[in-house]
């Protein structure tokens, strides 16, 4: 029996077998003009997840590259401060023992002072060092200038606080060592609940006055703050209000944290001065947030009533005895009995030696000064401790005080005081050589993830390539083939689909 196949079907099994190899036809042709595989999702939907996934990668390593290129220049910059730094500290420590030698007279140390106090200014300038208009000794205050000096000594006027950069997931780094670290001490204390007002924003204190809290609900209460409250009283009156927003101290202990817990939002946590005032702003609260108000470092200065383990972020200190060397007096104060900072001036104060503890102009560490105008005070580690660096008074990280000595031991020709900034000149240079150190580890650990990340950007490029990109010869190839097929096809088809008069008939 022989099945009969009727024309329509002929024609429609040629037309798609046309369309077919068309189709093949043009898909060989768009990867041969592109040079890839995949134009649109539905080519390869597979495909196409993985190279999107790829390409953020890339997009978020090509901007960690990015972030170590925008930054490392703090890094280099610190570095070349300190070795010109460090360089001052020798020439200064010359010209100390050049006073010492047994040819010096009162005329050739009031040079040496006039050498020495040009060094000073040589140190603060570095210490000053701007990059991109932004102090690099500053910590995250890159707008404050970071050290000052004056008659009563140098003082730091930069945060504590490291500014961190992200150069991997999950991974930061700090790109600046703060000032505090290198040539002046920041106290730094915590804050409790008992902190007197007063003593906040560098001991400028908050200014009395009144603000608005308006919580996610749309309520409103107004608070006010009187001279003489405390920490502890503004926590309480926020805390009262009667407001959806519950005030704490943050993880930190320098500062407030305002939640918001309203369960119908209307808008944002909202808080703003009354008339004008500051007081919102002086608790560093001032603003609008979602849901948390984490507030600002409120800065607390040092007070006599300080306590001892307040010091450092509330990590505290440990204080042992110091030397002090004041012309012909000179002995050690014991220091590990102190409480407080007032406990540590006492101390000092009474030990005989004619000098006088007080705290700095920044309200951020101690000075001792000598009560003879023909002395200079200098202070001293006793044995391995540090006590005398951790307080602002001597040696290790204090080295524009360190300078200010000895150009003032120059200048009164005092041996004895010149004699004991030798220690502490020795302590600063190896401060500034671990500062060194320190930063010399960190551009280790980012040239080494920039070339990690130049590498795996590399790679995943490669992936991309090997997923979208077409293989040319092989589809060079195929298009002639199919070009091939479509001229058979059509010549086959042709002939087998042959019109007759009929076709022309209605």
């Given at each position: ?9 002929t ?40 190279s999107?996934?790829?390409?953020t ?6 901007q ?48 040496a ?23 690099v000794?500053?910590?995250t ?18 945060s ?5 950069i ?6 930061a780094i700090?790109?600046?060592l ?14 409790n ?64 944290t ?8 209307l808008?944002?946590?909202?808080i ?16 609008s ?5 984490a ?46 900072i007032?406990?540590v ?28 105008s ?8 006793i ?10 008074i ?60 130049e ?18 010869a ?33």
């Amino acid at each position: 029996m022989v099945d009969r196949v009727t024309v329509n079907s002929t024609q429609n099994n040629s037309l798609r077998n046309i369309f077919r190899i068309t189709e093949e036809l043009f898909d060989a042709q768009r990867q041969v003009s592109t040079g890839k595989r995949i134009s649109k999702p539905s080519d390869d939907p597979t495909g196409t997840r993985d190279s999107l996934s790829l390409r953020t990668g890339v997009r978020r390593t090509e901007q960690f590259t990015r972030n170590i290129d925008n930054n490392r220049i703090f890094l280099q910059s610190s570095d070349s401060a300190l070795n010109t730094i460090g360089v001052s500290l020798n020439r200064a420590k010359e010209l100390a023992i050049q006073g010492l030698a047994g040819t010096a007279t009162s005329s050739t140390r009031s040079f040496a002072a006039g050498e020495v106090d040009n060094i000073l200014s040589q140190v603060l300038q570095s210490g000053n060092t701007k990059v991109k208009n932004l102090f690099v000794f500053s910590g995250t205050d890159t707008r404050t200038t970071p050290f000052d000096v004056s008659a009563s000594g140098a003082v730091y006027q930069g945060s504590t606080s490291k500014f961190d950069i992200p150069i991997a997931d999950n991974a930061a780094i700090e790109f600046s060592l703060p000032g505090s670290d290198v040539l002046a001490v920041d106290l730094d204390p915590s804050i409790n609940t008992s902190t007197d007002l007063s003593v906040l924003n560098g001991g400028s204190g908050v200014s009395a006055g009144s603000f608005t809290i308006t919580d996610r609900g749309g309520s409103t209460a107004t608070l006010t703050v009187s001279a003489g409250d405390t920490i502890g009283t503004v926590i309480s009156s926020i805390n009262s209000s009667g407001l959806n927003v519950t005030a704490t101290l943050n993880a930190e202990a320098n500062g407030l944290t305002l939640t918001d817990s309203s369960t119908t939002i209307l808008g944002e946590l909202t808080i703003a001065e009354v008339a004008g005032g500051t007081t919102a702003e002086n608790l560093g609260i001032l603003g609008s947030r979602d849901g948390v108000f984490a507030g600002t470092d409120l800065n607390p200065a040092v007070s006599s009533s300080t306590l001892i383990s307040q010091l450092n972020k509330g990590s505290g200190a440990t204080l042992n005895s110091i030397s002090i060397v004041n012309g012909a007096a000179s002995g050690a104060v014991s220091l590990s009995s102190a409480t407080t900072i007032g406990d540590v001036i006492t101390a000092i104060n009474s030990s005989g030696l004619n000098v006088t503890a007080s705290i700095n102009r920044a309200g951020n560490g101690l000075r001792v000064q000598s009560n003879s105008s023909t002395t200079v005070a200098i202070v001293n580690e006793i044995g391995t401790g540090n006590s005398a660096e951790t307080l602002g008074i001597g040696g290790g990280r204090n080295v524009l005080n360190t300078l200010i000595d000895l150009r003032d031991a120059l200048l009164k020709s005092d041996s004895r005081a010149i004699i004991a900034s030798l220690t502490n000149l020795d302590s600063g240079i190896s401060a500034v050589t671990e500062s060194r150190a320190i930063l010399g580890g960190i551009q280790g650990r980012v040239q080494s993830t920039y070339s990690f990340h130049e590498v795996d950007i590399v790679a995943q490029q490669e992936q991309i390539s090997n997923i979208e990109d077409a293989d040319l010869a092989e589809q060079a190839s195929r298009l002639a083939t199919l070009e091939f097929a479509l001229q058979s096809t059509l010549n086959a088809t042709s002939r087998i689909i042959q019109p007759s008069l009929l076709d022309f008939l209605r």
